[in-house]
């Protein structure tokens, strides 16, 4: 079965071995004379039951001034971005969803929100990226998974606790504009597929969180790559930009004094335009963080 568009980039918004073997976990570190920089692979919504984490990312925080997410995470519970956003993600014009799909992809719509006991008449001025987006959010939720229990709110909580420095890649507008133009991208197939596919979302999760929890790069960049990338003009906004620019902020805590945890989606660290084989690229050493 194909992965969908959506879960794929929810690893972008979408994981224990002896003493003396590499690590498994989603954590590397770059170093240079000056710093290490502490790559953390997030996955943004766990449940209760996929903790406690990887002792790694324990590891990089202990030894970091600095803990920088994509965005201030404080920020996002802020309404008045949200509302100005969500006015871009809604028809204002008069029209709902099902005049912008086709009649299969609104029935197989209708038909799983009324299994679901989901309301779609609540949803029928939302585009199609963001009633994608809820559907998901909402069968993750269905099955214990909440962003306030993902890697990112777990150590921004931990380092308001305990008075650590964080930062932000880049500001919440960014991260909801590139949501918005998701939209280019999707349609009746997608949400014809991505319907099908949350049937089985339990078991996908499972998939990609055995990846993430042993780093295995080959397999998140299969899981977590490989189909965004039939899709280039949104693979470039969400990946491709994101990680290059990105690179001018990592390079920077490199080649500043003390070191840096730098928490991200899991996807943005893996395959050739990662930023793991970035850093590489540019002359960095960059390896799997080792069990103490």
Partial sequence: MRRNLLRTTLALFIFFTASGAWAESSVWVASSSRANVYLA???????ASDYPLPAEFFTAYKNS?????????DETKGMDRMSNFLGKAFYTDG??????????????????????????????????????SMITVLEMN????????????FFNDKALQDGKATGSLETLDQQLNILLSMDDALGSDQIIESIEEFKQIETALGE????WRKGDEI???????????????LYKTLIF??????????????????????????????????????????????VKLQKK
């Fill in 142 to 153: 269905r099955i214990g998974a909440e962003p306030q229990k993902g890697v990112d709110y």
């Fill in 219 to 233: 397999r998140m960049e299969e899981m977590f790559i490989k189909d965004l990338k039939s899709y280039p003009k």
């Fill in 95 to 132: 029209t709902t969803l099902k005049d912008h799909i086709s009649a299969a992809a609104y029935a197989k719509a209708e038909k799983f929100c009324k299994e679901r006991n989901y309301s779609l008449e609540q949803y029928q001025i939302l585009k199609p990226a963001l009633f994608l």
């Fill in 65 to 73: 001034r600095k803990i920088i997410f994509e965005v201030p995470l």
């Fill in 41 to 47: 692979g997030s996955f943004h919504m766990l449940r």
């Fill in 241 to 286: 930009d994101r990680n290059n620019k990105w690179m001018t902020d990592i390079t920077g805590f490199l080649n500043s004094p003390g070191n840096t945890m730098v928490i991200v989606g899991a996807a943005h660290l893996v395959g050739p335009d990662g930023l793991i084989n970035l850093l590489r690229k540019r002359g960095y050493k960059v």
């Fill in 208 to 211: 990609y969180l055995a990846a």
